[in-house]
């Protein structure tokens, strides 16, 4: 699936970029030689990075329980 559709960016692809730096949907773009264009991939390409960050909600410990 595209998470670019103006730069044809794959989602897995944009997962690399993220990986290896990349730390703005500007970024994602540049690692690819791209510049971005209309923007609509912004949003989901932040999420993206979002959700990588260390301390992202969704890397957050469930809570211990007390035995
Ligand atoms: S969809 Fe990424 S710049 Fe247009």
Redesign the pocket.
């Known amino acids: 699936m595209f998470v ?4 044809a960016i794959r989602e897995i692809e944009a997962g690399t970029a993220i990986k290896t730096g990349a730390r703005d949907w500007v970024q994602v773009h540049a690692h690819f030689g791209h510049a ?6 912004a949003p989901e390409i932040m999420a993206m990075i979002s959700s990588a960050e260390p301390n992202s909600s969704s890397e957050t410990p469930l809570p211990m329980t007390m035995s």
């Open positions: 670019c559709n103006c730069n971005p264009c209309c923007g609509k991939c």
